[in-house]
C-alpha cells in the first residue's frame, strides 16, 4: 500500500471515528451547552455573535466555529449540524457556511436553513457558499478540458462522465444545489435572498471570509 493509500485510509477511518464520537449523547449535550454558554457570553458583552458552520480545520477568528469532525486544529463546537442548531430564537447575528449543506441530503439541508433563520436576530446575516451544479453541468456538457484535468490529477478521472459522476458523490456530497432552487428554498425559509460575488458583501463581517474562488475555476454559489 503507497503512503498516499495509508493517509487516505487513515483519514477515512479517523472521519468515521470523530463523526461517532460527535454523535455521541454525552458529547453532543456537552457541547450544546458549551455551545449555549459561548453564544450566552458574547450577546451579554454586546460582542456580535458569529456563527461558522462545517468550517472543518478553518478557523475564523471570532467566529465559534462548528464541525462534525474534528482535526489537528478543532472547532470550538463538536455538533451534528443535520439536527438543527441548539441555539434560543433570535440570539446570533452572523452565520457563515462554506462547503456544507451540499453534505445533507435535502430535507435536512432544509431544516439547518430553516434553524439558521429561527436563531438570527431581526437584521442578522446568513451566508452560504455552495457548489453550483448548474455550472458543474455545464462544465460537463461542454467537455471542459481545464475541469478534467483537475479532476484527472486528483481523483484519476479519465473521461468526462467519470468526472461529473466523481464532482456529484465524491467529499461525501449529498445534495447539490443550482441558483434557482437555493434561492427558492432560502426564500420559503422567511430569507431576503440577494446573491453575492466571491469575498463581497454589504456587511463587513462577512468581507473575505470566502475560500473557493469562481472566477478561479470553482463552481460556487455566493448568496
Not at 455550472?135 to 468526472?163: H, P, T
Amino acid at each position: 500500500m503507497t503512503k498516499e493509500k495509508k493517509a487516505s485510509k487513515l483519514k477515512d477511518t479517523l472521519k468515521i471515528y470523530s463523526q461517532y464520537i460527535s454523535r455521541f449523547p454525552l458529547t453532543r449535550l456537552l457541547n450544546i451547552l458549551k455551545l449555549k454558554m459561548m453564544v450566552k457570553s458574547k450577546n451579554n458583552k454586546n460582542k456580535s455573535v458569529c456563527l461558522h458552520l462545517g468550517g472543518g480545520p478553518r478557523h475564523l477568528k471570532d467566529w465559534i466555529n462548528i464541525d462534525i469532525l474534528f482535526y489537528f486544529s478543532m472547532p470550538d463546537i463538536l455538533l451534528d449540524l443535520s439536527k438543527g442548531l441548539p441555539l434560543p430564537n433570535n440570539c446570533v447575528d452572523y452565520i457563515y457556511t462554506e462547503d456544507l449543506i451540499e453534505h445533507i441530503d435535502f430535507e435536512k439541508g432544509k431544516l439547518l436553513m430553516a434553524e439558521c433563520h429561527r436563531v438570527l436576530k431581526p437584521g442578522g446575516v446568513f451566508r452560504a457558499v455552495t457548489p453550483d451544479l448548474k455550472s458543474f453541468a455545464l462544465a460537463y456538457i461542454n467537455n471542459s478540458e481545464v475541469d478534467l484535468k483537475w479532476y484527472r490529477d486528483a481523483l484519476g478521472c479519465q473521461s468526462f462522465a467519470e468526472m461529473f459522476n466523481a464532482g456529484l458523490r465524491e467529499w461525501g456530497h449529498t445534495f447539490l444545489y443550482d441558483k434557482e432552487l437555493l434561492s427558492l428554498t432560502l426564500n420559503n425559509m422567511g430569507f431576503r435572498v440577494v446573491e453575492q460575488k466571491y469575498n463581497a458583501s454589504e456587511e463587513k463581517t462577512l468581507v473575505g471570509v470566502d475560500c473557493r474562488n469562481s472566477e478561479e475555476g470553482s463552481h460556487s454559489l455566493y448568496f
